[in-house]
């Protein structure tokens, strides 16, 4: 990524103070920077400037994140988006460094502990439920995406069981330009899916995060939790926030083999990683070697 101006972060850092500061519109300014009108929030102070597209990375899912990489990167290439990697592990971590030093790609890592590092709890939850550390690594997600709200950021969270076959972008800019509270993708009459949302800082989508989080720490499925969260917090507001539904026929999850019209393909009702990587090789977003 290219280096900030010192009038750039000024500008950012009165952005974060200022109770006033609206969001704002990627511009495509030079050539350098091929992004669309995105809006988002420009009081990000972790990344400022930034969108963050965030995942979420483990040793097992190091090859998903590489193929997601791949699949994404035409996209990311832009001075206005900031992709962040959370490692859950130490061997996730290792193999993001790797990667990225062997593959030259731009982007930030950090780890769990990092990122929590004002919630040891969260590290260390001692559930007595099956898929144990799979449930830790999902209860993390909403605390992840909570710290960076909280400091100003729109966050994109991806799950890397997933490709981009277009430009996801492009989707969310068709409501309203990307300055929705929320935008994601009806899981099959399930909810919304946990593993595409964009979220702008705003209080509707904080108090949401909050309560997502606030729940997942009992046992239970991220998703269901999700959207217990949301679905309370829209009659709270009743009518004041603002909740895009993206077209099924372009976010697409794994129970269905009609992905022809998708920019996003997502594996998730796929169970294990061998199943998974064999959807998307059906699919033909899978590209790396078998």
């Known amino acids: 990524m290219k280096s900030v101006s010192a009038k750039k972060l ?45 995942v979420t990375v483990g040793d097992d899912f190091l090859d998903f994140f590489e193929n997601w990489y791949l699949s994404a990167a035409p996209h990311l290439d832009c001075q206005s988006v ?23 790609w731009d982007f930030d890592i950090r780890t769990s502990s990092s990122v929590l590092d004002r919630d040891p709890a969260l590290l260390q939850a ?17 605390a992840y995406i909570d ?31 990307g300055a929705a509270d929320l935008q994601g993708y009806d899981d099959n009459g399930y909810g919304f899916c ?51 539904v993206l077209p099924r026929d372009k ?3 794994g129970y269905t083999d009609d992905t022809a019209d998708a920019v996003f393909v997502h594996a998730n009702w796929r169970v294990g990683a061998e199943s998974k990587r064999k959807y998307l090789q059906a699919q033909a977003v899978w590209k790396l070697g078998s």
């Open 194 to 244: 946990g593993g595409f949302i964009y979220f702008n800082p705003t209080d509707f989508t904080k108090e949401v995060v909050k309560a997502w989080a606030d729940l997942l720490t009992q046992p239970g499925r991220n998703q269901h939790k999700f959207n217990l969260a949301l679905k309370d917090a829209e009659e709270k507001h009743n009518g004041t926030h603002d909740v895009h």
């Open 10 to 54: 000024f500008l950012a850092w009165l952005c974060a103070i200022s109770p006033s500061c609206e969001l704002h519109a990627i511009k495509t300014t030079s050539q350098d920077d091929p992004c669309p009108g995105m809006y988002y929030s420009k009081s990000c102070s972790v990344y400022p400037g930034k969108l963050v597209v965030m």
């Open 147 to 177: 710290r960076l709200m909280q400091s100003g950021c729109s966050v994109l969270f991806n799950d890397i069981d997933a490709a981009w076959k277009g430009d996801a972008f492009a989707e969310l800019q068709k409501y309203k330009g």
């Open 126 to 142: 001692s559930w007595d439920y099956e898929d144990h550390e799979y449930l830790v690594w999902m209860a993390r997600r909403p």
């Open 251 to 253: 976010f697409v999850g």
């Open 82 to 104: 900031q992709l962040l990697a959370i490692a859950e592990d130490e061997a996730g971590d290792a193999g993001l460094r790797k990667l990225r030093e062997q593959r030259g």
